[in-house]
């Protein structure tokens, strides 16, 4: 059972729901839970603020810290809904596990995610594009200096209003010289580190006149993997290409799969596969690539209008007939606008509500 203490005065009622930047006001509530003695403790709901920490505490030097990022909208009839959480809890759990790390229950994962975002439904943006953008992290928080494994962590759940992660196409570079990841790294799960690693590339970029970085594979970089903030998709031939997860250095994106998932069930041809960055200039070249975009929890779907590698740049103007499908269904479902035929929607009610 999850205990909560509940802020006396909310501070939705002073929000400008109008004008939400992403990620800069947190909701009124956070979820806690603390692992010691081999067990998850002291598993709470309070009002979101600041936690002390040693100067010690493992996590700031040895970077065991890992995150997720999922949605919660409400219906067009009020009903507060969590987009794909017990995915989200097994991704978060394959995160834990590579980064050697405690699992988190998934159960319980999701009961703490629908009660938190039950408790702070009010914060819950309306719009197309808007939802409650939730951050499940957990940290390493043992105090000690040697290289190991912390014995005592931090799980917690914090959540903030979020509109659209780019407000207009997205132009990117791809990446010649740094790399993000390589095969037995950590590329494929959601290891704080990952983030960290494409700040000054993502800086260059950014003089550049680009959003943000392409990566390219760390071996031979030659092939597509993923822009950091989001999964990445081409369409090339009327075929929707997506660089394949199988070597384990692209995160498995949750919106990646909702989106295969969506066109494939609209009867469009999906595939995961390697996909060099020659393929994608001579697509260019031939006339044949008409749509990048790129997806996430974040970024929902994201139209990509230009891609530059080396000296070229490939844009694209044309009406992108399959991202803006994709993203209106995705908007939809998650508004019950539309059947929720592949049972992602889970409702965030509470089922026991216990303050203190
Ligand atoms: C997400 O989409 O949830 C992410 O973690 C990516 C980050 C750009 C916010």
Not at 105 to 128: S, Y
Request: glycine share 6%.
């Amino acid at each position: 059972m999850i205990k909560i203490n509940r802020k006396p005065v909310p501070g939705y009622v002073n929000f400008d729901f109008d004008n939400i930047k992403f990620g800069q006001t947190m909701a009124d509530h956070m979820f806690v839970a603390d692992y010691e003695d081999g067990v998850w403790k002291n598993i709470r709901i309070e009002p979101y603020g600041p936690i002390t920490f040693n100067p010690a505490m493992m996590a700031l030097h040895y970077g065991q810290a890992i995150f997720e990022g999922m949605k919660a909208t409400k219906t067009y009839d009020g009903v507060p809904v969590i987009f794909r959480p017990e995915e989200h809890a097994k991704r978060f759990n394959n995160s834990a596990r590579r980064m050697a790390m405690p699992e988190f229950p998934e159960d319980l994962f999701v009961e703490a995610v629908k009660t938190l975002v039950a408790v702070d439904n009010e914060w819950i943006p309306k719009g197309d594009d808007a939802a409650l953008y939730i951050r499940p992290f957990m940290i390493a928080t043992d105090e000690q200096l040697g290289v190991r494994t912390s014995d005592k962590y931090k799980m917690m759940i914090i959540c903030a209003p979020a509109g659209q992660y780019y407000s207009k196409p997205v132009k990117l570079l791809a990446e010649s010289f740094y790399t993000r990841a390589a095969m037995g790294g950590i590329g494929y799960v959601k290891a704080a580190g990952n983030y960290a690693a494409s700040l000054l590339p993502a800086i260059e970029a950014k003089k550049k006149g680009y959003d943000q970085v392409l990566w390219l594979d760390a071996r031979e970089h030659k092939y597509v993997q993923e822009v950091g903030t989001m999964n990445i998709f081409f369409v090339i031939d009327g075929v929707v290409i997506t660089p394949s997860t199988e070597e384990k250095t692209i995160l498995k994106g949750i919106t990646r799969d909702s989106i295969i998932t969506i066109l494939r069930d609209k009867g469009y041809q999906v595939v995961e596969r390697k996909l060099s960055i020659d393929e994608v200039r001579q697509a260019h070249k031939d006339g044949t690539l008409s749509e990048i975009f790129g997806s996430g929890t974040a970024a929902v779907v994201s139209l990509v209008s230009d891609l530059s590698y080396k000296d070229e740049i490939y844009h694209l103007d044309g009406e992108y007939k399959i991202a803006t499908l994709v993203k209106k269904e995705i908007n939809m479902i998650r508004q019950g606008l539309k059947e929720d035929k592949f049972n992602w929607l889970y409702p965030a009610v509470i089922d026991n509500d216990v303050t203190v």
